[in-house]
């Protein structure tokens, strides 16, 4: 990008379900970092004309701080083709220097995941066995190689830190201290034990019982009860996936999870799926 300078540092690009709300919050957590105002801009995905719209951009970094770095966390930056198909480029246009995260989650995990994220908020009456098969982005969101290696060709590895959602959860610690690395930052998450990335689903639950209290007519209770299971519930979403589903959805990401080991220099074995279907010759 020339003649301004790039006013964001690093992005958290997703994958989408695999945690990045929780790592984006452990990051606002570090006194030397600054972050976006709006939960997943998308800014580079939904933006033809991003240049033109820069300033609009930087009005989502109020407050930011003098010798802050400045991330973005937005899922949509890794779902290729379904938006921008050349947003590597263009985070590279705006910043050569970008230093980009990428979390990864089991395969069928993830899948199940969104499924159940867009069953809930309507976007699908499926069954997950037809979904995924009907619905391309289940996959191709998961095909993690595919995703992130047009950002490893261009920003180079050094700029590119792969995450997995699992070793997040065992060893956060480790991951903090390489992750603090990798942002030049002292290991200082004083807050992350407290973060949750999905409290809304709680916290709905909570404000929904406080306020039916207050509601005398026991029609309007049931109504209201009637009304948020259909939108919040998940009683009769199929979340535990067959066999069959599962190795569906292994097969047609398998050369994606090899290519993954590959570039991080090991074998995937916090991942169920990894140790279910791996051929061992």
Known sequence: MKNQKPFVDFMIV???????????????????????????????????????????????????????????????????????????????????????????????????????????????????????????????????????????????????????????????????LELSDFLKLDNEFKSYQEVHSNKAKQEIDITLNRHLRKIKSPYLKRAINFLYTRIYKAKEIQTEATYEIEEVIWKMLELDIINIEKEIGRKLTEWPSCLKFRNNN
Request: contains cysteine; positive net charge.
């Open 14 to 176: 997703g994958a989408m379900k695999s945690g990045t709300t929780s790592l984006a919050n452990i990051l606002k957590s570090h006194p030397k970092v600054g972050f976006c105002s709006l939960k997943e801009p998308q800014f580079f995905s939904e933006s033809p004309n991003w240049r033109e719209e820069l300033t609009k951009y930087k009005s989502l970094f109020p407050g930011i701080q003098e010798g802050q770095i400045v991330g973005d966390a937005s899922t949509g930056y890794t779902m290729y083709p379904e938006f921008n198909k050349k947003v590597w480029h263009d985070i590279y246009d705006f910043n050569p220097q970008m230093k980009i995260i990428y979390i990864m989650r089991d395969p069928v995990a993830r899948v199940i995941s969104h499924y159940i994220h867009s069953y809930m908020r309507g976007y699908t009456r499926l069954p997950l066995n037809k979904a995924i098969i009907q619905d391309p982005a289940y996959i191709n969101r998961t095909r993690y190689y595919t995703q992130i290696s047009p950002y490893i060709n261009l920003f180079g590895r050094k700029q590119v830190l792969l995450i997995t959602f699992e070793k997040f959860l065992q060893e956060k610690d480790k991951v903090l």
